[in-house]
């Protein structure tokens, strides 16, 4: 007997449909997974927060309890730092907050959490404890000059029996004397600040009181500016004649008196000593580019070729007082410049007295040769500044002004008058 064909095998076709269904599984699977490690995290976050919602308000009841204010506020606290964070205060609990702030004297957040309340569920109780709060207290801002130094107690005229409104003034004054403005609540009365009088009215807002120091009164030192100062400007500079130290023996041949427009920029501090008077440090580079002169004429080169021009390359340091009065600014003082030049052009002097003992070195120079004459050195020069400002506009912590500069320095041998245009930033004056 011939053996039977073996039956086609048709498990294949089902192990390919289970690798299928596996593999579609396991995407399924996966993007479970996926799902879970994103929603997870904020499911539990909330329910963290719920638990915590749970344990601060069963810890707060237990210290109302014990009549532990102090400790009940704390955790109240806890609560509005959940409330934050999407959890919703009961009635309850802002009960006990409304509790804690009143036997601890502070009304004003005491007021805030029965407005809370309110909304939540309209509470009799709570309507006639809002109504009695503004039926005894008002709103002030008491604001303190910087410059206040005197005492910063708020006194009242009549000094209240009741003990949650001797206990708000005590609060105000806990902020007040740790340098802080006051916000807030205070019992309907007359105060004092030193020599300021106020009148809080009962269920009004009486605004902002400002505390200034008056005459006679203590006064706490304040720089009345301070910070970084930068300048920059387009300036003219002019090396004059030489005078009689210039031309002597010891001086030697010198370049002719030349000129020139340039650049000057410089940083610095800039302070206010007071509200109007300060003083600056300013240090900085300042040149000069200028064709080539010599007493007073261009030079030429006969042959066409090019004669190279002048120039200064200063580095300064500016010591000044200053003034502003509102938008106008001023400031003078003594500056230093330590440098070099190079300058095309000797002066006519030892053309025109080639014997002369200062000459000597250049005997035989000529005119001509002294029109082409290269000379380069070294420049220090002292004398003094002054600028004139008009603050435009402010930049952050900055005022920026348009400057008038000018100033002469001299080297013993000539002097170097100067000008300069320019945009002056400066720290903002605060009493501005």
């Not at 501090?269 to 040149?287: F, R």
Request: proline share 4%; hydrophobic share 45%; charged share 15%.
């Amino acid at each position: 007997m011939s053996p039977r064909p073996a039956p086609t095998p048709r498990f294949f076709f089902h192990t390919r449909l289970q690798a299928r269904l596996l593999l579609r599984l396991t995407a399924s699977a996966a993007a479970i997974g996926v799902a879970a490690s994103v929603f997870a995290p904020s499911a539990l976050a909330g329910g963290v927060e719920k638990a915590e919602h749970v344990r601060v308000s069963e810890e707060m009841r237990k210290l109302a309890q014990r009549n532990a204010w102090s400790a009940v506020e704390a955790q109240f606290q806890k609560l509005i730092a959940l409330q934050t964070a999407g959890e919703i205060l009961t009635v309850a609990e802002l009960g006990l907050g409304i509790q804690a702030a009143q036997n601890l004297g502070d009304i004003t957040a005491a007021r805030s959490r029965l407005s809370q309340a309110i909304k939540i569920e309209v509470n009799p109780d709570f309507q006639a404890q809002l109504a009695a709060i503004d039926a005894n207290y008002g709103h002030v801002t008491v604001a303190y000059d910087a410059r206040y130094g005197a005492d910063r107690t708020i006194i009242p005229a009549a000094p209240p029996f009741a003990p949650d409104q001797r206990a708000s003034i005590s609060i105000a004054n806990t902020a007040v004397l740790s340098e802080q403005d006051f916000d807030g609540l205070l019992p309907a009365g007359d105060y004092t600040v030193g020599s300021t009088v106020f009148v809080v009215a009962a269920g009004k807002d009486t605004g902002s009181v400002a505390i200034t120091p008056a005459e006679g009164e203590g006064r706490a030192f304040q720089f009345g500016w301070m910070g970084p100062r930068a300048s920059v400007g387009v300036s003219a500079l002019v090396a004059g004649e030489l005078n009689t130290h210039g031309t002597a023996a010891d001086a030697g041949l010198q370049a002719t008196h030349f000129g020139g427009v340039g650049a000057r920029i410089g940083v610095g501090v800039d302070v206010g000593l007071t509200d109007n008077l300060g003083v600056l440090a300013e240090v900085g580079y300042h040149d000069l580019f200028g064709s080539e002169r010599i007493d007073g004429e261009a030079v030429t080169n006969p042959d066409g070729s090019t004669v190279q021009g002048n120039s200064i390359h200063l580095g300064y340091g500016w010591l000044a007082g200053s003034l502003r009065v509102g938008k106008f600014w001023a400031a003078a003082g003594p500056i230093w410049g330590v440098g070099g030049g190079s300058i095309t052009g000797a002066d006519g002097f030892c053309v025109s007295n080639p014997t002369d003992a200062a000459c000597v070195a250049s005997a035989g120079l000529g005119e001509e040769n002294a029109r082409f004459q290269r000379l380069s050195g070294k420049i220090m020069a002292g004398g003094a500044a002054a600028s004139v400002s008009y603050a435009l506009f402010d930049v952050g912590p900055f005022s920026g002004a348009v400057s008038l500069t000018g100033g002469a320095q001299t080297d013993s041998y000539r002097l170097y008058p100067w000008g300069e245009a320019g945009l002056t930033f400066a720290p903002i004056t605060k009493t501005d």
